[in-house]
């Protein structure tokens, strides 16, 4: 799980950081987009390396999209970019994609075994 919060965080604030220098980007709303698709592959890495059944994978994968989410959204608030109540928005929907990456990344290899 430690590697995929890793990956996921380093993601997360290198979305943060090209929005914040190329508004555009930002203006076009693709925030939420990556954001919350960050917070799946986030949540697929962690799930990962997570041995054993579908709920621990899940969990793994929601706490690290979660906390992945949240930490990058620090940063943009930090920045200036999003008011600091979109915390909540970030983390709670990293959090349900992380559990939905972990969950995906669980199914999708199984049938390829």
Not at 36 to 60: D, E, H, Q, R, Y
Not at 62 to 82: E, M, N, Q, R, W
Not at 105 to 112: E, F, I, Q, V
Request: no cysteine; glycine share 22%.
């Amino acid at each position: 799980m430690i590697k995929g919060l890793g990956i996921g965080t380093a993601l997360q604030i290198l979305m943060v950081v090209v929005g914040h220098y190329f508004p555009a980007l930002q203006a076009a709303g693709l925030f939420p987009i990556a954001g919350t698709l960050i917070g799946g592959i986030t949540g697929w890495l962690a799930g990962a390396g997570t041995p054993g059944a579908m709920g621990p994978k899940a969990s793994n994968g929601a706490i690290a999209g979660g906390v992945a989410g949240a930490i990058g959204s620090l940063v943009s608030t930090a920045l200036g970019d999003v008011p600091l109540s979109n915390i909540a928005i970030a983390g709670g929907s990293t959090l349900v994609t992380g559990a939905i990456g972990a969950v995906l990344g669980r199914a999708l290899g199984a049938k390829a075994s």
